[in-house]
């Protein structure tokens, strides 16, 4: 029997006192909310917290998990070649304490957005999904099956 393959990533909706969300621009997937990839051997919090620095320079706490989220379809990485995994997110709020916007390896650009102005920037559809699952957060996690390939498709969405 093949061991399962998942990719594990959190993401960061980082909001400030003036109710701001901090953006990244990707090389790749355009404006997004700062996360990524768990490493081997580090815990959810601590690899948020240095997603959020490695992607904005923005130092954060973590507050309090948001939504769960599953992407089930398989697709080719951007080499074309690469074949990427269920990937199991979770997504969860954040308060800034420091440090200042910078860019990374793989963001162009870092700012403040106003809350109400986000998805004017963030076109992908699963990035759009999720941030409006931060805005209607009503202190109930929910969990969300997609697709992204071919197209964005919601396969299952519910309260946890």
């Known amino acids: 029997m093949e061991m399962p393959k998942h990719i594990v990533a959190v993401g960061g909706i980082v909001e400030d ?8 621009k990707t090389k790749h997937g355009g404006w997004v909310f700062p996360g ?10 601590d690899a948020l917290i240095r997603e959020v620095k490695e992607e904005s320079g923005i130092d954060v706490i973590v507050s309090h998990l948001i939504g769960v989220y599953s992407n089930t379809g398989i697709y080719k990485w ?6 990427i995994p269920t990937k199991i ?21 870092s700012r403040w957005v106003a809350k109400d102005k986000v998805l004017d920037k963030i076109t992908a ?4 999904t999720r941030y409006q699952a931060y805005m209607d957060f009503d202190r109930n996690i929910r969990y969300m099956e997609y ?3 071919p197209e964005f498709e919601i396969k299952l969405h519910r309260g946890i």
């Open 36 to 45: 990524g990839q768990v490493e081997v051997g580090e815990n959810l919090m």
């Open 147 to 149: 697709i992204t390939k």
């Open 89 to 109: 997110m979770l997504d969860f709020v954040c308060t800034p304490v420091g440090g200042a916007l910078c860019t990374s390896e793989e963001t162009l650009e």
């Open 17 to 24: 006192e003036q109710g701001n969300i901090l953006l990244v």
């Open 125 to 128: 559809p699963a990035i759009r």
């Open 78 to 83: 951007y080499d074309g070649v690469t074949e």
